[in-house]
């Protein structure tokens, strides 16, 4: 019976943003914009790490790995909310809904986990420089990405999984512009006291425990800038995490808004709003607040650019 009850539902429906169709075409204009500027903005911050010998560096292997979860990050959605806008087509079939929900989860946990493990990095690098080359050597920068990829699938497959035992009957109207896992539980027509418990618990592991480890690291580099004498060697030190702090603030406010917006009770435009901060804007403004604030990439961009010019003529 089960079964059936969720084959009944080939597909779901996108709402989607509250945009008048008079609109449309100008805001489809907007996200297509940020989209590209988030794809080529993530790329070239890959590019330059990848090309400049002097950024082969822990801090910037972990960028690296980072501004390629933030373009597949924003991947999972923005496309599928471009062409719902485009071709007005609001309908995404069950296993499409499911691949969204998985790969929106296992991006945004591999982000969540690369920041904390950037702030530990820092740590290292400010209050044991000495131990730095020691302490993450590349076999150690190895295992910490690919430990949060392998968090980040447990997790998404273990969300996955539950939400494909949940039955759904008549209502496939989603209110959002993608297939969010908590407006789908609430479209069962089953107990889903497991589903929640599950986003519960592992929210609380791949979320707070992070957060945590990035409070404890900052709060030990706060420490140690306290202790030094010297104003240069406060600059310096706070020069080498401003960039990967603004990136934090950024990242766990929005999640913040979002969890609050959704708590609230209150309509869906507004935890909307806070998604698409969330989902296309935030992966956004990573590559220009790496770049506007980072001496070593702006250094890298600038010989690219020169290079660039003298194979031109």
């Known amino acids: 019976m089960r079964r059936e009850n969720q084959s009944s539902v080939s597909e779901f429906l996108l709402l989607g943003l509250p945009i008048r169709p008079e609109q449309q075409g100008v805001f489809f204009a907007l996200f297509l914009g940020v989209y590209l500027t988030t794809v080529l903005g993530n790329l070239l911050i890959f590019l330059l790490i990848r090309l400049d010998p002097r950024l082969h560096t822990p801090m910037y292997f972990f960028l690296k790995h980072l501004a390629l979860t933030d373009v597949s990050f924003s991947s999972v959605t923005v496309p599928k909310m471009l062409m719902n806008m485009q071709v007005q087509c609001q ?60 968090l980040s699938c447990g997790s998404a497959l273990l969300h996955t999984l539950l939400l494909a035992q949940v039955p759904f009957c008549d209502d496939n109207i989603i209110p959002h512009f993608f297939c969010s896992l908590p407006i789908l539980l609430k479209l069962s027509c089953s107990d889903t006291s497991l ?54 603030s950024l990242f766990y406010g929005t999640i913040m808004a979002l969890y609050f917006s959704s708590s609230s009770g209150n309509s869906n435009n507004k935890d909307m709003i806070v998604s698409l ?24 961009l600038g010989i690219l650019f020169r290079n660039n010019q003298l194979f031109a003529k």
């Open 195 to 248: 589903n929640e418990l599950v986003i519960f618990t592992a929210g609380a592991a791949v979320v707070i425990l992070p957060l945590t480890g990035i409070l404890v690291s900052y709060g030990r580099i706060g420490v140690s800038i306290l202790r030094v004498p010297s104003t240069k060697g406060i600059c310096r030190a706070l020069s080498t995490c401003g960039s990967h702090l603004s990136v934090v």
């Open 277 to 300: 901060m969330y989902t296309v804007v935030t992966p956004m403004l990573n590559p220009f607040i790496y770049s506007l604030r980072n001496r070593d990439i702006k250094l890298a």
């Open 91 to 150: 309908s995404i079939t069950y296993a499409g809904c499911i691949s969204q929900v998985y790969f929106y989860i296992l991006f945004g946990c591999v982000d969540n986990l690369l920041l904390a493990v950037m702030s530990y990095d820092r740590y290292v690098a400010i209050c044991h420089p000495l131990h730095y080359t020691t302490i993450m050597m590349e076999r150690a920068c190895v295992l910490l990405v690919a430990g949060s990829w392998i």
